[in-house]
């Protein structure tokens, strides 16, 4: 069992914190966490040992613990160590190789690879103190998780907020992971979300997809270091960190993206495309008279049409979502489309805008039925077989 040693800073984003060792624990990471004084205004030592069901420290000065466990030793027995959230000051602290209480102690005691969410102000995380410390903790080899973009608990709005705890739970798997760095200077391309086709300025023709899937693939594989070009449908999920993100709205300027993209060593076409659009309207379609007549046209196949073009990658992987005779028309779909291997899921449940999928790979070499997981999951799992692939297939 993997193991992470997590510090929790002092600043409201604490509270993440809890749900981030809940996600931790049920992907089966041991978690100790240490929490500083700062820290412990927003959470309770209790708290946090009741979630990871270890015990949690506070003090350098702790003779009880420091005779069971040393803070040399509790710096040293993880896989990882965690810091989040990570204040301006902790941030300074662990820069500049300060060692004033048990968490900075214990970073710079270390040696193990450490990982760090900051989360502040956004004047704070924008100063040139900040920035300054942020770069040298980079050039020292901490990994450091950019803060999301939003409004803040302080009331203004920009950079600071902590992650998500699923999009550090992400980052902590792919620091742990065997495959990390697997996919360094390789460029992968995901398609992902709908496509909305315009019937008239204000309709359009759209489906359920929520883009959850794709975009947690774009991620998993900027986590294992490849240059990921993420087109995306309209969704209103954040782009995961690493990645370069192309929003479009129809399927033929998802096929114009795609094109545009090209080269890349993989296409992972993950987008639910619309299967046709509509010869649209200047004007909005008025009611009364007779029904619209809408003509359909059909769209084209941006899967098939990479796979057998001239600038085909290596490596493309197309999504086929059913509700019956699943592997049988992923089967059909592998041979129609070009690919290498079909993903598919039986969409009959509440797969679409749900967090789990349950799919089967099916390729040349047979099909790989993989149990329910979390979206997260998924994409993680086929992040690793994609840099194994194509690592295997290296010239
Ligand atoms: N796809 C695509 N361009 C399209 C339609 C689909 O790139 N115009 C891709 C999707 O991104 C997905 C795969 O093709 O990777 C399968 O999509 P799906 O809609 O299941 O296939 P269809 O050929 O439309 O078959 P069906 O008749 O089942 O809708």
């Given at each position: 069992m993997k193991k992470v040693l997590l510090i929790v800073g002092g600043g409201i984003a604490a509270y993440k914190a809890c749900e981030l060792i809940r996600l931790m624990r049920k992907a089966g990471i041991a978690v100790r966490c240490v929490l500083t004084e700062g820290g412990a205004q927003f959470v309770t030592p209790m708290t946090l040992a009741a979630l990871s069901e270890a015990p949690v420290h506070t003090s350098l000065w702790d003779l009880k613990d420091e005779a069971e466990m040393g803070h040399i030793q509790l710096s040293r027995e993880a896989?990882?160590?965690?810091?989040a959230p990570a204040t301006a000051d902790l941030l300074a602290r662990m820069a500049a190789g300060i060692a004033d209480d048990l968490a900075t102690t214990l970073l710079l005691a270390t040696d193990k690879p450490v990982l760090a969410a900051p989360a502040m102000n956004v004047r704070m995380w924008e100063h040139a103190a900040t920035r300054r410390n942020v770069a040298q903790l980079t050039a020292d080899g901490v990994t450091i998780l950019p803060p999301d973009e939003g409004p803040m608990a302080c009331g203004e709005y920009?950079?600071?907020?902590?992650p998500e705890p699923e999009a550090i739970?992400?980052?902590?798997?792919s620091a742990l992971s065997p495959q990390r760095g697997t996919l360094a200077g390789r460029h992968i391309l995901v398609t992902a979300g709908p496509t909305h086709e315009p019937i008239d300025p204000v309709r359009f023709l759209g489906n359920r997809s929520s883009g959850k899937q794709g975009f947690a693939i774009a991620g998993a594989l900027a986590a294992l270091g490849a240059r990921v070009t993420l087109v995306a449908g309209p969704v209103t999920l954040p782009t995961p960190p690493g990645v370069t993100r192309i929003d479009v709205e129809t399927a033929l300027a998802m096929a114009d993206a795609v094109q545009a993209a090209l080269p890349a060593d993989a296409a992972i076409m993950v987008a639910a495309v619309a299967d046709w659009r509509v010869g649209a309207a200047a004007h909005k379609i008025k009611k009364g008279g007779a029904l619209p007549d809408l003509k359909l046209v059909e769209n084209p196949d941006i899967l098939a049409t990479v796979a057998k073009?001239?600038?085909r990658p290596r490596l493309v992987v197309g999504f086929a979502a059913e509700t019956d005779q699943v592997i049988a028309h992923a089967e059909a779909k592998l041979a129609r489309k070009g690919a290498d291997w079909i993903v598919a899921?039986?969409?009959?449940?509440?797969?679409?805008?749900?967090?789990?999928?349950?799919?089967?790979?099916?390729?040349?070499?047979g099909v790989d039925s993989w149990p329910a997981l979390t979206k997260a999951e998924v994409a993680r799992r086929l992040a690793d077989r994609i840099a194994t692939t194509l690592n295997e297939s290296r010239p």
């Open positions: 896989d990882l160590v965690v810091v920009g950079p600071g907020r902590l739970l992400a980052a902590i798997q073009g001239p600038a899921n039986d969409v009959s449940g509440a797969v679409m805008g749900g967090d789990d999928n349950s799919v089967h790979i099916v390729s040349a070499a």
